[in-house]
C-alpha cells in the first residue's frame, strides 16, 4: 500500500569523530544534500514528497549564514539530480576529496525501506536495506530491484568507512522512515553467504549482543534519524497537516526536517529554549538531541528521533554525542545565534478531552496548566465498562478504575512536567536517557527485559522516577540494591535492568540530576506510590521545587503492550521466517504455493508481514474465509500506527468482499483512525472505503462520521471527494420518494464536515434513455434541482455552495 510517509531505508552510515593523534590542518566544513520529492515514475509505487526537496533548499542558507559552511563546499542533488549513479559518484569525489580533520554532513530527506518496513506496495526484501533515490525502478508490484537502490553494505559503508579511517567527521541527518539503524548496517558480517546481507534486526537497537564496542567501530560517524526502525516519520505534505503543524516557513517539510531547521536557524526551539543547556558557547549533538526530542514529544509528533551510537558504547569519558555540531579539526566554531529563543516561563498546558463524563470533566478543569476538551488533545479519557480510558490517539496509557484515580493519574502528570519545565528553564547540566530494550522505539511487552541508561555532563546525583499510565509512582533511582550515589561527569550509569511486567499502557521516566542527593527520609514514602497516596507524592515535589537543587532534567515514554509484535524463538527462526517471506514474495501474490511458503514463515517466527502477507495473498487469491484470521492476527500484532492502519485495512477489504458491510465499516472507521494527525491514509483505503460507502448508501446505513471520514481523507491526498449517490425517481418524475429524502438526510449532515469547507459541491442529475435530448436534459436538471432543494432544506448554510449539472 502507499503511503505519504516517508519510507526509510536502513542503509545509511554516517556523523562525528576523534582524530587520531597526527596534525592536521584546519578542517573545512563540506555538505553533500540530497532531496527526492518526485520520484522518476512514482518508483516503486512510492508517493511523492512535497516536502523532502524543500528541506534541502531551506537548510543550505542556513548553513552557510550560521554554521560556517562554504557555499562552494555544498552539493545538493534533488529530484532528477539525486539517481543513484549521482550519488555514488558525489560521495566517492568527495571520499577522495577530503582531509583529515575536515567535517561532511550527509542529509538525506526521502523515502526508502527496512526490514521493519511493512508497507505492501514496494517493499524490498529483508536483506536489503536501501535509501531510495530518484530512478528507483521495480521488478513487479511488490518488489524494487535492488540494482536501482542504494544498500548500506554494499554501496556506501565502503565509502563511509574509508572516511572514517582518514579521520574525516561525519554527520548524517535522515528524515525518512524506519531510520533508527541507518548507520548500523552491516557493523557485523554474519558468517555465511546466505545471511551475510541479512542484518540483526531481531534485537533492534538495543537488543543482546548490541551494546559491545565492537557493535560501533567508527570512530568519527555519528546518525540523527528522524524514527525509530519500526516507526514512519511525518511528511507535512498537505494544507491538513500545515494547519495541525505550522511548519517554520509555511511551505511543505518532513516534520524532523522543520525542527531541524528550526534549530539551526536559531540554536533553540520554541517552547523549549536554548539548545545549549550548559551555556557554554558551544551546541553539542547530544544538546540538539534533547531539544528535537522533546520539542517532538511535546508537539505530539508520533515518531521517535535516534541517536547512534548508543550510550554505552562508550562507558566513560566524552563520546562522539559530546562533540560539537558540525565540528572540524582548529576550524573557529560557529558564532552564537543572536535569535535563540528564550526558555518559556511556563510549560504548555496538558491538553485533555475528556467523553462521557461532565463531572469528571468540571472537576479536572480546576487542576493548572490544563486545557479541556481542546481541538487536537494531548490525553484522551473515555468511559468503560470497567472505569476509564485514558489514551493517546490510538496508543493507551492506562486503565483506571475511579474518577479519582484518574483525578490524580493527571495531577501528578502535570505536577511532574512542570518540575520538568522547570528544571529545563535554565538548566545547568546535558542529560541522555536511554532505553535499551529488544524491540525498537519506545515500545516493550510483557516480559521484556530492559534497561535504563544514563549520562550527564556534569557531576550531581540522580534521582528517576517512573509514573505509571494508572497514576501510581515507582522509584526507578536509587532503588533498594543501588544506593543513592553521585553520577559522574560523562559516565554512563545503568540505571535499572528489569523484567516488564503490568500495568499496561504508557510509563513515564523521569530523570532529575540533583546537587544533592535526595534524604533518605523522603526516599523511603516513594519507593511505591499508588495514586490513592498523595502526601507522599506532594512531600517528594516540595523537596524537589527548592531554589537550584534540580541542574538538569529528562523524559523519556515508554509504551507497554501484552503481545509481541515479533513471537520469535531465536534469531535463526527469525533468519528463515524471513527467507520464506522473501520466498513468498518472489513467487507472487496470485501464485497458490505462495501460502504455503507463508504459512512456514509464520511457524519460524510470528511476524506482522508475514500474517499480513498470507492474509493478502488470500484475498488476492479469492479465498476469503481463510484469509480472515491472518489479517485478524495482523491487527493484533501492530505496534505502530501505519501497520494498524494496514491490518485494518486488509481486514475491512476482505469484509467489503464478502458483502459483510458493517464488519467492513468498522475495521475501516479504525484504519482512518489509526493515521496519524495530519498524514495522509493510503490510497487503497480511501478506494475501498468510498466503495464501502457507496454500498452502505445504497441500503441507507451509512452515517454522517463515515462519510466525513472519507471526505476528510479525499482532501488528505489532494482528491476531489465523489459521492455515487444512487436516489431514485418515478417513471417521468422529478420528485423525491421518501426512500431518496432518507439518503440525503445523511448526506447533507456529511456535507457540513470541516474537509469540506473549501469545496463546492456539484449535484449531477440522470434520465433513462426513453425521449429525445431536450426532454432529457430538462428532465434531468428538474431532478438535480429536487436534491439540491433538499439538501437545502436541510443545510441552508450550504446554499452558496450548490451547483447542478444535468447529463440527460
Known amino acids: 500500500m502507499k503511503s505519504s510517509t516517508k519510507s526509510w531505508l536502513y542503509a545509511l552510515l554516517i556523523l562525528i569523530s576523534a582524530l587520531d593523534n597526527a596534525k592536521v590542518t584546519a578542517g573545512e566544513r563540506y555538505a553533500l544534500l540530497v532531496g527526492v520529492s518526485n520520484y522518476l515514475n512514482h518508483g516503486v509505487g512510492l508517493n511523492n514528497l512535497p516536502g523532502a526537496v524543500n528541506d534541502i533548499e531551506a537548510l543550505v542558507p542556513l548553513l552557510q549564514e550560521h554554521w560556517q559552511f562554504a557555499a562552494a563546499n555544498i552539493t545538493q542533488l534533488t529530484d532528477q539530480q539525486a539517481t543513484r549513479k549521482n550519488i555514488l559518484q558525489t560521495l566517492t569525489e568527495l571520499e577522495q576529496k577530503l582531509a583529515p580533520g575536515d567535517h561532511l554532513l550527509f542529509y538525506f530527506s526521502g523515502h526508502g525501506t527496512g526490514p521493519l518496513d511493512t508497507s505492501k506496495v514496494a517493499p524490498l526484501a529483508h536483506t536489503t536495506a536501501a535509501l531510495l533515490p530518484y530512478d528507483t525502478a521495480k521488478i513487479n508490484r511488490l518488489t524494487a530491484d535492488s540494482s536501482s537502490v542504494l544498500i548500506g553494505q554494499r554501496d556506501i559503508r565502503p565509502l563511509f568507512e574509508s572516511l572514517d579511517r582518514k579521520g574525516v567527521y561525519v554527520t548524517a541527518i535522515i528524515d525518512a522512515c524506519y531510520s533508527e539503524h541507518a548507520t548500523r548496517t552491516g557493523f557485523k558480517l554474519i558468517p555465511s553467504r546466505a545471511s551475510s546481507l541479512t542484518l540483526d534486526y531481531s534485537a533492534g537497537s538495543f537488543g543482546a549482543g548490541s551494546h559491545t564496542k565492537d557493535d560501533y567501530p567508527y570512530r568519527n560517524i555519528i546518525t540523527l534519524s528522524a524514527s525509530a526502525a519500526n516507526q514512519t516519520a511525518a511528511e507535512l505534505g498537505n494544507e491538513a497537516a500545515l494547519r495541525q503543524f505550522p511548519t517554520l516557513d509555511g511551505e511543505f517539510h518532513g516534520a524532523f526536517s522543520d525542527v531541524m531547521l528550526r534549530a539551526l536557524s536559531t540554536g533553540g526551539l520554541p517552547d523549549y529554549g536554548p539548545l545549549d543547556n550548559n551555556a557554554d558557547g558551544a551546541i553539542t549533538i547530544q544538546e540538539l538531541f534533547n531539544g528535537i526530542t522533546r520539542y517532538m514529544q511535546v508537539k505530539g509528533y508520533e515518531q521517535t528521533p535516534k541517536l547512534q551510537p548508543t550510550l554505552n558504547t562508550y562507558s566513560t569519558g566524552r563520546s562522539l554525542r559530546d562533540q560539537r555540531l558540525f565540528f572540524a579539526a582548529d576550524a573557529p566554531s560557529p558564532p552564537p545565534l543572536s535569535t535563540t529563543p528564550d526558555s518559556p516561563a511556563e510549560p504548555p498546558p496538558l491538553k485533555v478531552r475528556v467523553n462521557g463524563d461532565k463531572t469528571l470533566q468540571t472537576r479536572i478543569a480546576k487542576l493548572a496548566s490544563l486545557e479541556i476538551n481542546p481541538a487536537s488533545p494531548d490525553i484522551t479519557i473515555d468511559t468503560n465498562n470497567t472505569g476509564y480510558r485514558m489514551h493517546i490517539d490510538s496508543e493507551l496509557i492506562g486503565q483506571i478504575e475511579s474518577a479519582d484515580a484518574v483525578f490524580e493519574a493527571l495531577r501528578r502528570r502535570v505536577a511532574l512536567d512542570q518540575m520538568l519545565h522547570k528544571a529545563n528553564h535554565q538548566p545547568q547540566a546535558t542529560l541522555a536517557l536511554e532505553l535499551q530494550t529488544e524491540q525498537s522505539a519506545n515500545y516493550v511487552t510483557l516480559g521484556d527485559f530492559v534497561k535504563i541508561l544514563m549520562k550527564s555532563d556534569q557531576n550531581g546525583?540522580?534521582?528517576?522516577?517512573?509514573?505509571?499510565?494508572?497514576?501510581?509512582?515507582?522509584?526507578?533511582?536509587?532503588?533498594?540494591?543501588?544506593?543513592?550515589?553521585?553520577?559522574?561527569?560523562?559516565?554512563?550509569?545503568?540505571?535499572?535492568?528489569?523484567?516488564?511486567?503490568?500495568?499496561l499502557g504508557m510509563d513515564s521516566v523521569y530523570l532529575f540530576l540533583l546537587k544533592e542527593p535526595v534524604p533518605q527520609h523522603i526516599l523511603q514514602t516513594i519507593w511505591d506510590v499508588p495514586s490513592q497516596h498523595q502526601a507522599a507524592f506532594t512531600s517528594l515535589l516540595e523537596w524537589l521545587d527548592q531554589p537550584d537543587s534540580v541542574l538538569g532534567a529528562r523524559k523519556l515514554p515508554v509504551f507497554i503492550q501484552a503481545s509481541k509484535t515479533e513471537l520469535c524463538r531465536s534469531q535463526r527462526h527469525l533468519n528463515l521466517a524471513r527467507q520464506h517471506?522473501?520466498?513468498?514474495?518472489?513467487?507472487?501474490?496470485?501464485?497458490?504455493?505462495?501460502?504455503?511458503?507463508?504459512?512456514?514463515?509464520?511457524?519460524?517466527?510470528?511476524?506482522?508481514?508475514n500474517y499480513f502477507q498470507l492474509g493478502y495473498n488470500l484475498l488476492k487469491q479469492q479465498q476469503l474465509e481463510e484469509a480472515t484470521e491472518p489479517a485478524l492476527q495482523a491487527v493484533q500484532l501492530a505496534q505502530n500506527s501505519e501497520n494498524k492502519t494496514l491490518g485494518w485495512w486488509l481486514l475491512g477489504r476482505i469484509k467489503l468482499e464478502r458483502s459483510q458491510l458493517p464488519e467492513a465499516k468498522s475495521a475501516f472507521d479504525a484504519a482512518f483512525a489509526a493515521v496519524p494527525p495530519g498524514q495522509a491514509p493510503p490510497p487503497e483505503l480511501l478506494e475501498d472505503a468510498t466503495s464501502l460507502e457507496q454500498a452502505l448508501l445504497q441500503r441507507g446505513t451509512v452515517s454522517a462520521d463515515f462519510i466525513g471520514s472519507v471526505l476528510n481523507a479525499s482532501r488528505a491526498v489532494g482528491a476531489a471527494p465523489r459521492i455515487a449517490l444512487r436516489i431514485e425517481f418515478d417513471f417521468d418524475q422529478s420528485d423525491l420518494k421518501p426512500a431518496g429524502a432518507a439518503q440525503l438526510q445523511e448526506l447533507a449532515q456529511a456535507l457540513t464536515h470541516p474537509a469540506m469547507q473549501d469545496y463546492r459541491i456539484t449535484i449531477i442529475g440522470h434520465t433513462d434513455e426513453k425521449g429525445d435530448y431536450d426532454y432529457n436534459m430538462t428532465l434531468s436538471q428538474r431532478r438535480a434541482m429536487a436534491v439540491l432543494a433538499e439538501l437545502v432544506r436541510l443545510q441552508p448554510a450550504l446554499k452558496d455552495k450548490f451547483q447542478i449539472q444535468a447529463l440527460g
Open 461 to 503: 546525583y540522580p534521582l528517576v522516577v517512573d509514573l505509571f499510565g494508572n497514576g501510581d509512582i515507582f522509584r526507578l533511582y536509587p532503588n533498594r540494591s543501588e544506593p543513592s550515589k553521585r553520577l559522574d561527569a560523562y559516565t554512563t550509569q545503568q540505571v535499572f535492568e528489569v523484567e516488564v511486567t503490568e500495568p
Open 581 to 609: 517471506y522473501e520466498q513468498a514474495l518472489a513467487l507472487g501474490t496470485a501464485a497458490p504455493e505462495s501460502i504455503a511458503v507463508l504459512r512456514e514463515s509464520i511457524a519460524a517466527c510470528g511476524l506482522f508481514q
